[in-house]
């Protein structure tokens, strides 16, 4: 049985008060759930606050997410941040591979890949973003493309590799548009992703979880995450409210 998992994913978004504001306020809504896990990823210049307050007694039970990192473990890389700095902050989870990285800046399966291994070398989980644009939906090569999304990571880092890895499913066009992929349309592919992982390895593809990111909000979480190979959720603009993030977040347990 695949425990649940539901990140919220702030992007850049936050002040010093709001991340206190959201980490209190959406600790104290889920502290009587007792299946899903919850995650949440500030900016990187608010891992240290939200290690601090995610440490404090009430918020134990909610995980530490980064939205980036850089695959080289130190050196001169101006600017960057990289897995062994968040793991001494007690980072969990990284994203990899979000689309916004790889759209705005120019990220390749390459660099991706790299950043995957980077994070595991550092005994943090990778959450690894793949999805496609509304022009290759509309071909109907949705499946085509995240397979060879996900296969650029496993070709490099071998498919046993996502026994610490979770998978999410973010279909670009449904991005911050407010246009949710269907329950349908995301099992599809979540189906597709899980046969695929099996070929190689059942053990991994039964294990591995695999959420749906993409305008999922409190009205259409329950319905997503009913699907049999929907695992939870990445969550963008509705993680930054927590009445809503909370009723996501009860919407797994
Ligand atoms: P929205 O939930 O705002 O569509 O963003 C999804 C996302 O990109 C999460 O990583």
């Known amino acids: 049985m695949r425990r649940k998992l539901v990140v919220g994913n702030w992007k850049m978004h936050g002040s010093r008060t709001q991340v206190r504001q959201l980490i209190e306020g959406v600790a104290a809504g889920s502290v009587d759930l007792k299946k899903v896990e919850i995650a949440v990823a500030p900016t990187l210049l608010h891992i240290a606050l939200a290690a601090e307050l995610c440490a404090s007694e009430d918020a134990g039970h909610l995980k530490l997410a980064a939205q980036n990192l850089v695959a080289e473990p130190a050196g001169a890389f101006t600017g960057e941040v990289s897995a062994p700095m968040l793991a001494e902050y007690g980072v969990n989870y990284v994203i990899v591979g979000h689309c916004e990285r790889r759209g705005i800046f120019a990220e390749t399966d390459q660099v991706v890949a790299a950043k995957f291994k980077a994070t595991q070398a550092s005994g943090l989980i990778p959450i690894l973003c793949i999805g ?24 490099a880092v071998g498919i046993e590799s996502l026994q610490s890895a979770v998978l999410a499913y973010e279909p670009i066009w449904a991005i911050g548009t407010g246009k949710t992929a269907s329950k349908e349309q995301a099992q599809e592919i979540h189906r597709v992703l899980r046969e695929h992982i099996a070929k190689s390895n059942t053990a991994v593809a039964q294990s591995i979880r695999i959420l749906y990111g993409g305008s999922v909000n409190a009205a259409n979480a329950t319905e997503l995450f009913s699907q049999v190979d929907i695992d939870g959720g990445l969550v963008g603009g509705a993680s930054l409210k927590v009445e809503e993030f909370v009723s996501i977040c ?4």
Do not use: F, P
Not at 132 to 155: I, K, M
Not at 250 to 253: H, I
């Open 250 to 253: 009860k919407s797994a347990d």
């Open 132 to 155: 496609e644009s509304l022009a290759q939906r509309e071909a109907g090569t949705s499946a085509e493309v995240v397979l060879e999304q996900l296969n650029a990571v496993t070709d």
